[in-house]
């Protein structure tokens, strides 16, 4: 009887070391994405994530601040963010944690950021972020903006005191928020003037203007990096090969985000349906 549970004890050994997955075995599965709450990235973030999973990783996705984001992944809480808006726009995170980062590759080579206003506001004499002052009151003394923390609300900020913006105030909210707001407004032909970006839906669903900005506050131009932590390379080297290759065509990622932030389609439906739309890009990648 003794020797009969010494050989069951030892065939259950052997079982689990050939069949189980440890807790350590799962963790060098699993990568771990950080992204802002912003459309754009939402959805980038789950094409990634559909096509690491078919490759048999396990995904997390995490929204944070942009600032917590890059703070966990200095930390090694997080692998990956796919939404570095570098030089200007994250310059002060960059700053911060750059030592312990690694800028992987543009997976976005052309943006905007900075003040829109609608085309009548912009034809009426509004066309630099200077004009905004002359006529704060029309702008009922607010710039509608996005989260605060987020790059371009801190831009916006500093922009109020470079060009004198006494008389405004940047109205921080969320970036749906931000969308109908400007919606509202623009439907009724009132004024507003609101924080935005390029890549983005609002270029298409409004008809709009951006304000110069000759005092390059927003910056002359980021471009979107793919950064991850110090040693993930070593960690997930095919993971990482992949995403030295993974870029996006700044209109495929407006078009995400009107299907997903303006349409309401989930973010990984719309992300599905261009994976299998593009099967052919992606073995490029993989």
């Known amino acids: ?31 771990k994405f950080g992204l802002p709450p912003w459309p754009g990235v939402t959805v980038k973030s789950e094409v990634v994530r559909i096509i690491l999973e078919d490759e048999g990783y396990e995904v997390e996705l995490s929204s944070l601040d942009a600032g917590v984001v890059y703070a966990q992944m200095a930390e090694g809480e997080l692998d990956v963010c796919l939404a570095g808006w570098l030089p200007v726009t994250h310059e002060a995170y960059w700053d911060e944690y750059g030592d312990q980062l690694e800028m992987v590759n543009i997976n976005i080579d052309t943006t905007w950021l900075g003040i829109a206003v609608p085309t009548y506001v912009y034809e009426s004499g509004v066309t630099s972020i200077y004009d905004l002052q002359e006529y704060a009151a029309e702008f009922d003394n607010r710039i509608v903006g996005i989260e605060p923390g987020a790059g371009i609300s801190n831009s916006a900020e ?123 890009l992606i073995d490029e990648w993989i």
């Open 158 to 280: 500093e922009a109020k005191v470079v060009y004198g913006l006494d008389d405004i105030e940047v109205l921080f909210s969320s970036t749906p928020s931000m969308m109908a707001e400007v919606d509202s407004l623009t439907e009724n032909g009132e004024w507003v003037a609101f924080t935005i970006w390029e890549p983005h839906s609002a270029f298409a669903m409004f008809d709009i203007q951006k304000l110069d900005d000759p005092e390059g506050i927003f910056g002359g131009g980021d471009v979107v990096y793919t950064i991850t932590r110090a040693g993930f390379a070593e960690d997930f080297p095919e993971v990482y090969a992949f995403l030295q290759k993974f870029e996006v065509d700044p209109d495929v990622q407006s078009e995400w985000i009107l299907q997903y932030s303006d349409l309401n389609r989930p973010a990984d439906e719309v992300a599905q349906e261009w994976v299998d739309n593009n099967q052919e």
């Open 1 to 31: 009887m003794v020797i009969s549970l010494a050989i069951l004890a030892l065939l259950l050994g052997s079982v689990c070391m050939s069949g189980c997955i440890s807790s350590d075995d799962e963790e060098k599965n699993n990568v």
